[in-house]
């Protein structure tokens, strides 16, 4: 059920012939609303044009009726997640990325991917539409710069419907070091050789599922945790399989991880065409299978951009420098020949 928050019917107010409305902030929801030293309410006004004034536990808000919509749907979307996600600790202004959200994407439905310790939100049109399409494709392309979204919505989507019985077992899947995967000058043995490649997809499940839980299920191989080269000769039936950094898989790998694909199966492959780690960018075999699978029907393909990054506010300033410099590289080179 929706907090009912807003109990101050809308008033005009003739000499500026705008609307007020009032809202009543529960104490427990304060810091989440307001922000730390209310570090949100300045930043209602400077992305929204609304004139917001704090009295106590209440929030002041001047402005056309389409702007105070906006923003009471985010307040309503950071309060709906708090109550879901009541043990999550998250590291991220959930509020400021809820307004950003409507503010950008004019997002209408909302889709939610319950998981046993966290209820996750796409936080972008295309992050709630790759969402849905994780429920209903069999093969999926994620691609885009980090911070968008595009392992962890898809980890969240497999452990969701593991749980609702949809698939017997989550395969995740990285190239390990490099595309040759040598690996036989690390200490250790194989497991403790790959573990350090394979710790993002450890990060993202724990964040899904308690410890306690996904360690017996990795035990029991409902979830299995592999370098790529673990699923040649296989086949995955009932089976929800991601193959993330798939930047640093050639074509032939990328080919031999699809055709892995068995009946009652999903497979989504994430990546970031920029961040190749392979000695030759062009070995890379992630936009040559986008380029020649797009067209089947039964495959699906998501370019996340940087207005869907949800990290701290640095990652989206740190992309554009890069993307900044590399054009003006490229714009010499062009130049010189």
């Known amino acids: 059920m929706k907090t009912k928050l807003f109990y101050s019917p809308y008033k005009k107010t003739p000499a500026q012939g705008l609307s007020s ?56 979307l950071t309060i ?28 209408k439905n909302i889709n939610i991917t319950k998981t046993s310790k966290l209820d996750v939100i796409g936080k972008s049109k295309l992050q709630n539409n790759y969402l849905e399409i994780l429920q209903k494709k069999q093969i999926v392309f994620a691609i885009g710069p980090a911070g968008t979204g595009k392992t962890f919505l898809a980890v969240a989507a497999a452990v969701s419907q593991l749980l609702e019985n949809k ?59 592999a370098p790529l080269a673990f699923m040649r000769g296989r086949t995955l039936n009932n089976s929800f399989v991601i193959l993330d950094e798939a930047q640093n898989a050639t074509h032939n790998q990328i080919k031999m991880f699809l055709t892995r694909c068995g009946k009652n199966s999903r497979m989504v492959v994430t990546g970031d065409p920029s961040q190749t780690d392979l000695n030759i960018r062009s070995d890379s075999g992630l936009l040559r299978s986008i380029k020649i699978l797009s067209d089947i029907d039964g495959v699906s393909v998501i370019n996340f951009g940087q207005k869907d990054i949800v990290r701290d506010e640095m990652v989206t300033k740190i992309i554009n420098a890069y993307d900044s410099y590399d054009n003006q590289i490229k714009e010499l080179f062009d130049q010189k020949n």
């Open 21 to 76: 409305i009032r809202i009543h902030i529960e104490n427990s929801e304060a810091l989440d609303i307001f922000g730390v030293n209310n570090e949100n309410i300045d930043f209602f006004e400077k992305n929204l044009p609304l004139k917001i004034y704090q009295k106590g536990n209440q929030l002041i808000i001047q402005g056309n009726n389409k702007n105070i919509d906006i923003l009471k749907s985010a307040i309503n």
């Open 167 to 225: 698939f017997d077992r989550i395969i995740l899947s990285r190239p390990a070091v490099e595309a040759g995967e040598k690996l036989g000058f690390l200490p250790g043995d194989l497991k403790e050789k790959v573990d350090p490649y394979l710790r993002p997809l450890y990060d993202s499940l724990y964040d899904l599922m308690p410890s306690d839980v996904a360690s017996r299920k990795i035990q029991s191989s409902e979830i299995e945790i």
């Open 80 to 107: 709906s997640e708090k109550k879901m996600n009541k043990n999550k600790n998250h590291n991220i202004n959930s509020m400021q990325e809820n307004l950003k959200m409507y503010i950008s994407n004019d997002v």
